[in-house]
């Protein structure tokens, strides 16, 4: 069983549109999750880290579901700028290694 | 200063070259690692230094040899490559043994194996 699962996708939604993914993780001890962008040929460039009340960043919200061991990201008002990969990463903090899903492509149209 | 810088960006090598990746970051953190990249895939852990110490070899094939000289910099000696190894090489970093602590990434050498 992989450590990260997510959705691949593409999810395509028009401007404006809320799109959610979420992302389940295996480790139960795990204690840090966070949400990466990566844009075509980019590096991952870190998006919001998941803290467990869940936390909000202007139009993205992020939450942390222990007990159902997921985590997801809620993006409201979609912009065009929005299209890209979204990685969700799990940190057991314990090992120094940071476990990555295999992205969800969205892709925002006009 | 959430910086981590790569150099090259681009590298061309023929499968009988020898060349370097390298890597310098100066946030302090004392954590870094090297991925690599396929299209379309999820960033691949190949290395990870912690204190300035290999943590985790991830079973990488011996042509590919990191060195961390002292906790700024990061290299990645490359010999012998397989035009498989074609790939963007990522560097990043963090603060090893913290909870909650992110990690940065630098924009990865795209290495081009002939």
Redesign the interface.
């Known amino acids: 069983r992989k450590e990260v699962e997510q959705d691949p996708g593409p999810f395509n939604v028009p401007e404006g549109a809320t799109v959610a993914f979420n992302c389940t993780y295996s480790n139960s001890a795990s204690q840090s999750f966070f949400w990466y962008r990566q844009d075509c040929r980019k590096e991952p460039k870190l998006l919001m880290s998941v803290y467990s009340s869940g936390n909000e960043d202007g139009r993205f919200t992020a939450q942390l579901n222990r007990a159902s061991q997921y985590i997801s990201l809620l993006i409201r008002d979609s912009k065009l700028s929005d299209s890209a990969t979204y990685l969700c990463v799990v940190n057991p903090y314990n090992f120094n290694k940071f476990y990555f899903g295999s992205g969800t492509k969205l892709n925002v149209k006009p | 200063d959430t910086e981590v810088t790569q150099t090259p960006k681009h590298l061309v090598m023929g499968m009988t070259n020898k060349k370097s990746l390298k890597c310098e970051q100066h946030m302090g953190h004392r954590?870094m690692?090297w991925y690599k990249q396929k299209a379309k895939?999820?960033?691949e852990?190949m290395f990870?230094y912690?204190y300035e110490k290999l943590?985790?070899n991830e079973s990488v094939p011996s042509r590919f040899s990191p060195e961390c000289p002292n906790s700024s910099l990061l290299n990645l000696h490359l010999h012998a490559l397989q035009p498989e190894d074609s790939a963007?090489y990522?560097c990043a970093s963090?603060q090893?043994?913290?909870?909650?602590?992110?990690?940065?990434?630098?924009?990865?050498t795209?290495l081009t194996v002939t």
Do not use: H, M, T, W
Not at chain 2, 96 to 108: K, L, T
């Open positions: 954590a690692y895939k999820p960033p852990l990870v912690s943590s985790i963007l990522l963090s090893p043994d913290r909870p909650n602590y992110e990690q940065y990434f630098g924009p990865g795209r």
